[in-house]
C-alpha cells in the first residue's frame, strides 16, 4: 500500500514547517529527546495521502534502477542535484551519515538522490559529483519522461530560479527525504533538518521495530 506514513511523521511535521519545501537553504533542528521518544512508541499508521509509485530510472553506472531495491535494502530517497548549493549540501551529508550510522548497526540501506536537472546530472556526471559527499549515495537520471513519472509519483515541485556563475543552474525544490521499503513503498518522510542520530532512529523504527 502507498503512502503509509508514521505517527513520527506528524510530530516531525513542526521541523518541516521550519524549512518550507523549497530551497533557502540549510540548517539543522533537533527534536527534544521527549518528544521524539514520544513518538517512536507510537505504531506507525497510515495517513490519509498518497505518495510514491513506480519509477524506472538509470543510475550513475549505468543500470536500470527501479523504486524497488535489486538487494532488498531500505532506501532513503532524495530530489535535488549534485551541485545544488541549498538544501542537498545538507540533505545529502545527513542521508550518507545515517545511512552509515544504520550499517555499523547491521541495518541495509540504500541512500538514492533522483536528479532534477538531467542536463546537469547525467549517468557521466552523477557519480563523481555524489562522491565528493559519499561513496554511498546512489545518483539516478533518465530521461525527461521519466523523470516525470517518478517527479510525479512524489509529488516534486521545482523551479528553475537563475544560473550562479560559480554552482550554475539554482533551483527551488521540495526537501522532504522519503524511505522507501526494499519493494519500493514509501514508509514516511523526513525533512532534512534534522541530526542524523535522529533520522536513524526513526528509519529504525521501521526497518527493525526499535
Excluded at 518528544?35 to 498518497?50: G, I, N, Q
Excluded at 562522491?131 to 523523470?147: C, F, M, N, R
Aim: hydrophobic share 45%.
Amino acid at each position: 500500500m502507498r503512502g503509509r506514513l508514521a505517527a513520527a511523521a506528524c510530530l516531525l511535521a513542526a521541523a518541516a514547517q521550519a524549512h518550507d519545501g523549497e530551497d533557502h537553504g540549510q540548517g539543522e533542528t533537533t527534536l527534544p529527546e521527549d518528544r521524539l521518544a514520544a513518538a517512536l512508541k507510537e505504531a506507525p499508521v497510515a495517513l490519509p495521502w498518497e505518495v510514491g509509485g513506480p519509477f524506472e530510472l538509470v543510475d550513475h553506472t549505468g543500470r536500470v534502477r527501479t523504486q524497488a531495491d535489486p538487494d532488498g535494502r531500505h532506501q532513503l530517497l532524495f530530489f535535488g542535484y549534485a551541485n545544488c548549493p541549498g538544501i542537498c549540501s545538507a540533505a545529502l551529508p545527513l542521508m550518507a551519515d545515517a545511512v552509515a550510522e544504520l550499517e555499523a548497526e547491521g541495518v541495509k540501506m540504500s541512500a538514492l538522490v533522483v536528479t532534477i536537472d538531467p542536463k546537469l546530472d547525467t549517468v557521466e556526471t552523477m557519480g563523481p559529483s555524489l562522491a565528493k559527499v559519499s561513496d554511498d549515495l546512489l545518483g539516478l537520471t533518465g530521461t525527461p519522461e521519466a523523470l516525470d513519472v517518478a517527479y510525479d509519483a512524489f509529488q516534486v515541485e521545482f523551479e528553475h530560479l537563475f544560473d550562479d556563475p560559480e554552482h550554475g543552474p539554482i533551483y527551488s525544490h521540495g526537501s522532504f527525504i522519503y524511505l522507501l521499503d526494499p519493494a519500493g513503498e514509501v514508509l514516511t518522510q523526513l525533512p532534512p533538518v534534522l541530526p542524523p542520530e535522529q533520522v536513524s532512529a526513526i528509519v529504525r523504527k521501521y526497518v527493525v521495530g526499535g
